[in-house]
């Protein structure tokens, strides 16, 4: 690669970056970060994150930038830039979601108010990793972010799950997250569309068809022992799912309604450890797809996606109540006027979403539980891939031994009785 317009060096050491970074300059970034001991940029070095880069939208580059500080000494300053794929179907996708201008929006505007909030009463509350800017708009998507790793941050498990004590920490941020999203309406007023309503348009109903298909989750669930009965309650609800879910994705102003994450899973949570292996600190990354609506929609996704077998479902409801209490806890000292949440109007919102539920289930806990993930490969390599995947996906022996537990407790709370 060419050296870039202020003459730092660029040593490249991934592959197939893209064309539009030699025109990039960082110095925004560096002097954000070390502050006013920032001299000049030395070098700049790509590295591509080969742990991250099964994402489906985006390309992970770890950023080194070597900096020059007033005192002569030098320093390495680490980020993650996170960009589209090049694939020309995901690149539609991601344009016509607005998914990285809304991730941008999150990380440079709406949390840092959110933690400012939380400066008003006394608390220094953290959400995410530090957002930085290139030094001018070159009219691309971009979010580029303070690499969290060399401060000891990393991902728990995900095949294993998380245990009661990082289950609480995360719920513990959740609750904090989404009880300042119900104090920002209160003080900037409503989120934008791009939240309140954000992927679930009605012009989108055929990708929200082709991506909440069930037919690969049907074809085996068939086939498991004790699955036909399921199987027959569930055998049409490709007809209506999509539509079932466009209704319960329009939030209700008569409900408590928060910001949710969205994809609040173990790969997109941070865990910071001290010397004795003890939790210190929790963040969470990847908003692109948060939703202005019910709190159930996050707690399903978590709890039925990330934590270990024998929490998952035995202390679903202790972990419920978990989270309420640190609601209203959060809620109280943010100094919240409308009324205060009730913990059965809570629990009668996650029945109403049973759909949100078996979503998660179907389609977000086989990709959690597969011990190598396919990746972007069915974007890459079209239908025969995508087939592939689903088939080790559903198949897999760890996702079957699972939903023998889970799908009889949709079945007994009600979850899966979702048809319009």
């Not at 969290?148 to 959740?174: C, S």
């Not at 079932?244 to 309604?257: I, K």
Request: with cysteine.
């Amino acid at each position: 690669m060419d050296s870039p317009p202020n003459g730092n060096v660029i040593a490249v050491e991934a592959n197939n970056l893209p064309k539009w970074l030699e025109t990039v300059t960082f110095e925004n970034a560096a002097r954000k970060y070390v502050g006013e001991n920032f001299e000049k940029i030395v070098k700049v070095r790509f590295e591509s994150d080969s742990n991250n880069n099964a994402n489906y939208s985006s390309l992970l580059l770890r950023l080194n930038l070597d900096v020059e500080l007033k005192d002569t000494t030098t320093k390495t300053l680490k980020f993650v830039l996170k960009v589209p794929h090049s694939n020309e179907i995901m690149s539609k996708i991601l344009i016509l979601l607005k998914l990285f201008p809304k991730e941008e929006q999150m990380y440079q505007s709406i949390l840092p108010k959110f933690e400012e909030l939380y400066k008003q009463v006394g608390c220094d509350i953290k959400f995410a990793p530090n957002a930085y800017q290139f030094d001018r708009d070159i009219g691309l998507d971009y979010v580029l972010l303070e690499d969290l790793l060399p401060r000891g941050y990393k991902n728990a498990n995900r095949i294993k799950g998380l245990d009661m004590e990082h289950t609480k920490h995360v719920l513990r941020k959740m609750s904090e997250l989404h009880a300042v999203s119900a104090c920002y309406v209160e003080h900037f007023g409503m989120f934008p569309e791009e939240y309140t309503v954000g992927i679930y348009a009605k012009n989108n109903r055929e990708l929200l068809r082709e991506f909440n298909g069930s037919s690969a989750f049907l074809a085996q669930l068939k086939k498991w022992k004790n699955g036909q009965s399921y199987y027959e309650k569930l055998v049409d609800s490709d007809n209506y799912l999509v539509d079932r879910l466009l209704q319960d994705q329009v939030y209700n102003p008569s409900e408590f309604n928060v910001l949710n994450h969205g994809d609040c899973w173990v790969n997109n949570i941070l865990f910071k450890y001290n010397a004795f292996g003890q939790i210190t600190d929790t963040r969470f990354i990847d908003f692109q797809v948060g939703k202005y609506g019910s709190p159930a929609n996050d707690l399903y996704y978590f709890i039925l996606s990330s934590t270990a077998a024998d929490i998952k479902l035995s202390q679903f409801d202790y972990l419920v109540r978990y989270y309420f209490d640190n609601l209203v806890e959060n809620l109280k000292l943010l100094q919240y006027h409308r009324p205060l949440p009730k913990l059965r109007n809570l629990h009668s919102v996650l029945l109403k979403n049973g759909l949100a539920a078996y979503l998660v289930v179907s389609k977000v806990l086989p990709v959690v539980l597969l011990e190598k993930s396919g990746g972007n490969e069915s974007m890459e390599n079209g239908a025969q891939a995508e087939n592939k995947l689903k088939l080790a996906m559903y198949t897999n022996p760890k996702y079957v031994e699972a939903m023998s537990t889970i799908l009889p407790w949709l079945d007994n709370r009600g979850l899966l009785d979702w048809r319009l």
